[in-house]
């Protein structure tokens, strides 16, 4: 229920305002180079801590390896690392306990697990979990990499609020005093055509997967999306090229028949505006029993998208080689 993948299995488990969070990963194979310095560039990415409207929420975020490591390098066995969590203001959240947070996990977390669901800070359904993402990509890079495969993944941000431009998209979210979404790009060269399965496990469905588990992700489109709706089959295929496969266009963006083609992988994600806005807003107190307004409290970002380009890009990489991986055990190659 908390792992995906089939070859390269990932598990990232914690709580916000918990002693930790981390990841464990299985799958990894013995030989690969690891330390504790292969993180930190990734982890700093994941903290936008020089973004104007992030949370200030400052952790260390320093792995410390559990399992699967010995003299530097991976043994075979699961791989399991941890982020302790220093950082916290519990308080912040006391008043969730009566009133849920509208767009935020605190009511459907309670009906599910009946009340003993940890809400402090989101608990387990807020974005610190990513930082179990963030390093499980770091190692599908490095795994990738040693594979012999020169996969480039980068992110882009098309809009932000609405604006062309982070400065006009974030401008425009303190004029308003309230938070605003996002759109990323993501563009993905050098992976072989012939990656994925029909069906079930065609890439579409592998990274829509992935993907919709990044919070605020409210949308996916491939290549050019809903605008293929409003395309002639003739305008949206894309001619074949030459005997590698490339094309002229690449409305599919780089997937036809769940496959991928060998040319660039493109994709774009929808964020949701962060429900935590400075903006007063209504709830239902189940303690009252009246609809009451309020002001959430605590740290938050006034885009949530602004530090997931990184998190995009290691959701990616865990995807890929975990295709990577079962192209090789069922096709050999």
């Avoid at 604006?163 to 072989?192: F, H, L, N």
Wanted: include cysteine; proline fraction near 5%; aromatic fraction near 8%.
């Amino acid at each position: 229920m908390n792992s995906f993948g089939n070859i390269f299995r990932v598990q990232v488990f914690g709580e916000s305002h918990g002693p930790l969070v981390g990841v464990t990963i299985d799958g990894v194979p013995a030989g690969i180079p690891l330390t504790a310095a292969d993180f930190g560039p990734a982890m700093e990415r994941r903290k936008g801590l020089d973004m104007a409207g992030t949370t200030p929420r400052k952790e260390s975020d320093i792995p410390v390896f559990r399992s699967g490591i010995y003299q530097d390098v991976t043994t075979g066995a699961p791989l399991q690392l941890i982020f302790e969590n220093t950082n916290v203001r519990s308080q912040d959240y006391e008043l969730q306990k009566n009133i849920p947070r509208p767009g935020h996990a605190d009511w459907v977390a309670g009906q599910k697990f009946r009340g003993f669901n940890d809400i402090r800070g989101g608990g387990a359904f807020s974005a610190r979990l990513t930082a179990g993402i963030v390093a499980a990509g770091v190692v599908a890079g490095k795994v990738l990499k040693a594979g012999g495969y020169a996969i480039d993944i980068q992110t882009a941000f098309r809009e932000v609020g609405g604006k062309a431009t982070m400065t006009e998209g974030m401008e425009y979210a303190k004029e308003r005093k309230d938070s605003v979404g996002a759109v990323i790009t993501c563009t993905i060269t050098g992976v072989p055509a012939g990656w994925g399965e029909p069906f079930w496990n065609s890439v579409e469905s592998v990274l829509a997967h992935a993907m919709f588990a990044i919070p605020a992700v409210k949308g996916i489109e491939f290549g050019a999306g809903f605008a293929a709706a409003r395309m002639t089959g003739k305008e949206h295929n894309d001619a074949i090229t030459d005997a590698d496969g490339t094309t002229r266009t690449n409305h599919a963006g780089g997937i036809v028949g769940g496959l991928t083609n060998g040319n660039p992988l493109i994709f774009s994600l929808a964020f949701k505006p962060t429900s935590s806005t400075p903006q007063p807003q209504e709830s239902f107190n189940f303690t009252t029993g009246q609809v009451e307004s309020f002001s959430v409290k605590g740290r938050h970002d006034l885009c949530v998208a602004l530090r997931a380009p990184v998190i995009i890009e290691s959701m990616a990489a865990i995807v890929l080689l975990d295709l990577m991986m079962q192209q090789r055990a069922v096709y050999g190659r």
